[in-house]
């Protein structure tokens, strides 16, 4: 079974969190981050998630795409909710958020 996740927040937990899916190769076992919820821009992010100053360079693809951030080929929806309730839905963006 796939789980597909939305993070809200992309700071420290929520850059760590993908990162250690990412590590860990779950995205290969079940856990599909498929949207971010944040305040900043594609660009910012995917330099931040990209460059860290506390866990060093990703050793994985990162570009922005279409105002996501695609991460080893798999996109991710970035989105500015203030509300972030509905993404969590299941059918909508993410099972889990």
Known sequence: ????????GFG????DY???V??????DDGVD???VNDVWDAATLTHLLRY?????????E???V?????????HIDLSRLSDFCDCGKPGRRGDVT
């Open 52 to 60: 860290d100053s506390a866990f060093g360079r990703l050793n994985h």
């Open 12 to 15: 420290r937990i929520g850059r």
């Open 18 to 20: 993908l990162r250690c």
């Open 33 to 35: 981050v498929v949207a």
């Open 66 to 74: 279409d105002g996501g951030i695609v991460v080893n080929g798999r």
């Open 22 to 27: 990412l590590e860990r190769g779950l995205f």
């Open 1 to 8: 079974m796939t789980y597909r996740v939305a993070v809200n």
């Open 62 to 64: 990162v570009e922005t």
